[in-house]
């Protein structure tokens, strides 16, 4: 953050009407705004400025945009957005895979994007514990005492389940991978196929969706993984 109390965000982003368009979106919601417009430059940049976020283009004119995420991350922690245009899921799964906290596809709206923004925002500044009971409409969720209650009532979880949802809550608004939960709920994203992981998260929904078959909390990211929503504060 800077000494004006604003956060910084670094653009990578090679098209001058998305990066302008992309600047007066933050400049308006008082971010400091600071660009890149290839990989190379703004990897160094990251270097340089230490940003709170970085939104990427994964289309750049020196290097895929995957790369400058392995980059990135192999010396910062800072929250990545993806920006992409490319509509296979196999770059979507491959650019978290690699780092990114999340994606938003070309085209985009501004809420979308902010709405997004202010998820990556957050989890940076998490911390493990910090926030030892998670709420999202009427789900609440006890990390301390493994608790989950919907609508004031408890709701009891398989070990396995609670697992599952609480990587969620964690990650509360990002995508993770199928990759991602099989690793962290298995042990190993090749201990058992994706459709255990679809099992356990149609009996997830059962237990706390409203309408298990119209999930509210449990999001579907198609071909990609899934998000836990996250409720915008009102006001």
Do not use: C, N
């Not at 992309?22 to 230490?50: D, F, W």
């Not at 980059?71 to 491959?94: C, G, Y």
């Amino acid at each position: 953050m800077t000494t004006s109390g604003k956060i910084r965000v670094l653009i990578i982003e090679d098209d001058p009407a998305i990066q302008r368009f992309l600047e007066h979106t933050l400049r308006v919601q008082h971010y400091e705004v600071h660009e890149a417009s290839a990989g190379s430059s703004g990897i160094e940049l990251t270097r340089q400025l230490r940003p709170e976020l970085v939104i990427l283009d994964l289309g750049l004119p020196d290097m895929d945009g995957i790369e400058v995420v392995r980059q990135i991350r192999a010396f910062s922690s800072v929250p990545i957005l993806v920006l992409s245009s490319r509509s296979d899921e196999p770059s979507k799964v491959t650019a978290l895979d690699s780092g990114a906290d999340d994606y938003v596809s070309k085209p985009f709206s501004v809420d979308e994007l902010m709405a997004r923004l202010r998820t990556a925002l957050r989890h940076g500044l998490a911390v493990e514990g910090s926030l030892p009971v998670f709420k999202t409409g009427g789900l609440s969720v006890d990390l301390t005492h493994r608790i989950v209650t919907v609508d004031g009532r408890e709701t009891k979880l398989s070990r396995k389940e609670y697992d599952i949802l609480r990587e969620l809550v964690l990650h509360a608004g990002k995508v993770l991978t199928h990759r991602h939960l099989l690793k962290t709920a298995w042990g190993s994203e090749d201990a058992v196929d994706v459709q255990y992981l679809r099992v356990y998260i149609r009996q997830i929904r059962q237990k706390i969706e409203p309408a298990a078959e119209q999930p509210y909390y449990v999001l579907t990211e198609p071909g990609v993984g899934y998000r836990l929503r996250v409720q915008e504060p009102q006001g």
